[in-house]
């Protein structure tokens, strides 16, 4: 099995960080080449990510976004202090759907960010958070402007995305990838499932953050173990350098 890394260097980094996690709900994530299902593998990975980061860094706060055709708040950003638990429960059970959208994950990601989340957004919907950022974003046309809106420098933004497929709906996820990127969001993407050619890897490398050397925050992982491993990495304070 052939998989790309991470080639990063790192160092740890002080400042809390508010980390919104995105896991795919698609109907392919019920395959059981991963025993028992790619999900349950995703899942138990996540976990580890919050049991890890409660213990290093309790002042962190954390959300999880479950997408299929649509994206959905299975937990809205809270403190690890005051919520490692209720999280973990979140993951046990999420349901999903058809369809493929990370153009919705992103966007309700983003909507996390501007501290004015809904419970879903939809292709082709706009909420009046989305509206209300897209005018700053348009007319401005400014990172300064970004980062103020967006508050950074409060804490560091991260997001985690994992997908075994394709995306399929929705519209690009390009620009709102660049948005995020642009406004001081760091984008982790990690490939999922039998093979890296079941996976969008040219997407999902547009998708997540570069390194200063030029390296690309995504990889592809073709084993549970080694998602778990990763998902225990990504849990503490990492900033590329």
Known sequence: MKYLNFANSITPNSVPEFLIT?????????????KPTR?????????QLIK???????QDTVGIIGFYGKAVM????????DGSGSLIATL???????????????????????GKTTSTINAGRKTISEMIAGFFYESQGQTGVMNSFLGIGDCLRRIIMLSDGEHNCGGSPKSVASRLKNAGVTIDCIGIGGSPEDVDEELLKEIASRNPDGSVRYCFIGDQAQLLRKYENLAHHIRAV
């Open 39 to 47: 999900l349950a593998g995703a899942t138990m990975a996540n976990s």
């Open 52 to 58: 890890v980061k409660t213990k290093l860094h309790p």
């Open 22 to 34: 995105l896991v795919d709900l698609s109907p392919s994530m019920d395959e059981d080449d991963w």
């Open 92 to 114: 046990k059970e999420p349901v999903g759907g058809g369809s493929t959208n990370f153009t919705a994950a992103l966007k309700l990601a983003e909507s996390c960010f501007l």
């Open 74 to 81: 299975l937990h809205k950003p809270v403190k690890l202090i």
